[in-house]
């Protein structure tokens, strides 16, 4: 068992993982503070999240399973964390026996001082054009391979690895991305040559398009659910627990006609709103939604013509389960059904794979 710690922008999430399932612990959400500078904001994230993290050690839930314990794991979640992708490519001049450290040695490091690497790995290495797995040992005078760097800000990763080390001081602390978890969610999967790859988080979509392990275009959206749902709340004068209710609704009687939300105060919300409100909600989604079909138009109009010869795969990652039903499913929706992008790229006709992350 690991105990897993989930950065979002303004929520902690804690889960135990365990044969592969992840299992909700606890949840500890802070409020925005209008003009706050980020340096305070991420002295106050660190902060809460030893306080959480003190709180379960001494909670009867890790003392009944602190011996299954390995490890705990912090993943980051935008904004905590962002990512970089290096296409490198060199010529050896004579044929050269390739170990692990020369890939390493090529990588361009950061110039910034406040940078800490969070996760780094190469993908796609190809010696004298032909693409390989491993590298160490085999002999080449071309070699050309990405790598991706995820960092952070190396003040509040720093700062965050000791707060949690000195509680869980028993246990090794490591950090880690969502985006490296996708990556490794999926690395020993059977894939199409092409995938147009989507994370959608709380308040950013990441979109990206490769092609035989070649990342083409990544695209960052800085728009994703919580804008929506602060733009309703506006509107209605509601909290964010009613706008959840309503779109759960709204969508449930889209696809099916019938509500399936087992709630009784959501049971039969949406049919029950007056038009006016439907057509502000339909608005403000239809608003969201489309801002980022914009940014994936954007990305598949980017892609070079020999990357589209043929059938792509969809794949929407959602962070949990809430995303996906709230918003992540509403995308799929317009991602099948738009044209532009039905011109631009061959999708796969099996089904969008939307899958949710914890």
Same mark, same amino acid.
């Given at each position: 068992m690991r105990i897993t710690l989930v =950065? &979002? @922008? +303004?929520?902690?999430?804690? +889960? *135990? !993982?365990?044969? *592969?399932? !992840?299992t909700l612990v606890g949840i500890e959400e802070t409020t925005r503070i209008q003009e706050e500078s980020l340096s305070d904001y991420e002295k106050r994230m660190i902060f809460v999240c030893k306080d959480l993290?003190?709180?379960?050690?001494?909670? @009867? /839930? /890790? &003392?009944?399973?602190? $011996? #299954?314990?390995?490890?705990?794991?912090?993943?980051?979640?935008?904004?905590?964390?962002? !990512?970089?992708?290096?296409?490198?490519? #060199?010529?050896?001049?004579? @044929?050269?026996?390739?170990?692990?450290?020369?890939?390493n040695a090529m990588r361009v490091k950061k110039a910034e001082d406040d940078v800490y690497i969070v996760e780094s790995y190469t993908s796609n290495i190809l010696l004298n054009g032909y693409s390989v797995q491993k590298v160490e040992g085999q002999m080449a005078e071309h070699i050309q391979f990405q790598y991706v760097h995820i960092y952070a800000n190396k003040s509040f990763a720093t700062a965050l690895l000791k707060a949690i080390e000195s509680v869980f001081h028993t246990h090794k602390v490591v950090l880690t991305s969502v985006y490296g978890l996708v990556e490794r969610m999926t690395s020993s999967e059977k894939k199409l040559a092409y995938e147009l790859r989507v994370i959608i988080e709380e308040e950013s979509v990441d979109i990206a398009y490769t092609a035989d392990g070649l990342h083409i275009v990544n695209t960052f959206v800085p728009y994703s659910y919580k804008h929506l749902e602060e733009a309703i709340c506006q509107k209605l004068a509601a909290n964010p627990e009613m706008v959840t209710s309503i779109l759960e609704s709204r969508y449930q009687t889209m696809q099916s006609g019938i509500l399936l939300a087992?709630? &009784? *105060?959501? $049971? #039969?919300?949406? @049919?029950?709103?007056?038009?006016?409100? &439907?057509?502000?909600?339909?608005? =403000?989604?239809a608003e969201s939604i489309d801002q980022v079909i914009k940014s994936i138009r954007d990305c598949v109009d980017s892609i070079g013509i020999e990357y589209t010869k043929d059938f792509v795969a969809i794949r929407i990652f959602c962070l949990d389960q809430a995303l996906l039903s709230l918003y992540g499913n509403e995308l799929s929706d317009h991602i099948k059904n738009d044209a532009y992008i039905g011109m631009k790229i061959r999708i796969a006709e099996e089904p969008i794979s939307i899958t949710h992350i914890f």
């Open positions: =950065l &979002k @922008p +303004y929520a902690i999430e804690v +889960y *135990s !993982y365990e044969n *592969s399932v !992840y993290c003190s709180d379960m050690r001494a909670s @009867p /839930f /890790f &003392k009944a399973v602190a $011996k #299954k314990v390995e490890g705990i794991d912090i993943i980051l979640c935008a904004p905590w964390c962002v !990512y970089d992708v290096m296409q490198v490519e #060199k010529d050896l001049e004579k @044929p050269t026996r390739i170990e692990e450290s020369q890939l087992p709630g &009784k *105060s959501a $049971k #039969k919300l949406w @049919p029950d709103l007056d038009q006016a409100t &439907k057509d502000i909600v339909n608005v =403000l989604v």
